[in-house]
């Protein structure tokens, strides 16, 4: 079955540089989550859409952009980046059936900004 | 101070034993996920809960609304169990509102 897809798995950035990181999520769910996880720390949320409209926005850097496109792929823009902005970001993707939800996560792209 | 608290943070058992790892919320929810991610693994939802209990082979998850508390168990426990677990709530209500994820119980199952 297909998983959610997050590309690319590994990237290494210089300070100052742009980054762009992709998810592609299951097919017909039509709900992006993006978090950033710092090693040893917990996830924290950046931003998610919902039908290609931004639903809820959390501690996402000005920096930082994301949309969610007509495919309900979503990407997020990094510019400017900064030594802290290393860390792995991982987006999941879900779809409502009445009460119930099933989330599905991708495996992050693991960010080094050198 | 995060708002979603798990207790332990870390738990060590040996094969065969009974588990429960808890989380408590600071105010009402509209879902709680537990999740298990793996040692460089991707996270998997375990179950999804707005109220009651839920069972999949040798795990149940069960959440007390009023309490604001909810309980995974893990019988008869495996080496192969050994993961981090994850408390993860929804206050909003919307679709895509965010999810906040507690800090995680390490646990190691020792054969």
């Known amino acids: 079955a297909a998983g959610v897809i997050q590309s690319p798995r590994h990237l290494i950035k210089e300070k100052r540089e742009t980054a762009t990181l992709k998810c592609y999520p299951i097919?017909?769910?039509?709900?992006v989550y993006w978090y950033q996880q710092g090693p040893g720390q917990d996830p924290q949320f950046l931003i998610s859409f919902y039908e290609k409209m931004q639903s809820d926005k959390g501690s996402i850097p000005d920096r930082f952009s994301a949309q969610q496109f007509s495919d309900y792929h979503s990407e997020l823009n990094m510019s400017s980046l900064e030594l802290g902005d290393s860390a792995l970001y991982f987006c999941?993707?879900?779809?409502?059936?009445?009460?119930?939800?099933?989330?599905?996560f991708g495996s992050g792209t693991q960010l080094s900004v050198l | 101070k995060n708002e979603v608290e798990q207790s332990p943070q870390n738990l060590t058992a040996q094969e065969g034993e009974f588990i429960t790892i808890n989380c408590s919320y600071s105010v009402g929810i509209s879902a709680l996920h537990w999740l298990q991610q793996h040692p460089g693994g991707g996270i998997v939802s375990l179950f999804m809960?707005?109220?009651g209990k839920k069972k999949h082979g040798r795990l149940i998850a069960t959440i007390n609304i009023q309490e604001k508390h909810s309980s995974l168990h893990i019988t008869a426990s495996h080496p192969r169990d050994s993961a981090v677990y994850i408390c993860a709530v929804r206050w909003g209500e919307t679709s895509g509102s965010r999810l906040t994820f507690g800090e995680g119980t390490q646990l190691t199952v020792n054969p």
């Open positions: 999941a993707s879900s779809r409502r059936d009445g009460i119930n939800e099933k989330l599905f």
């Open positions: 097919p017909r769910h039509d709900t």
């Open positions: 809960l707005s109220s």
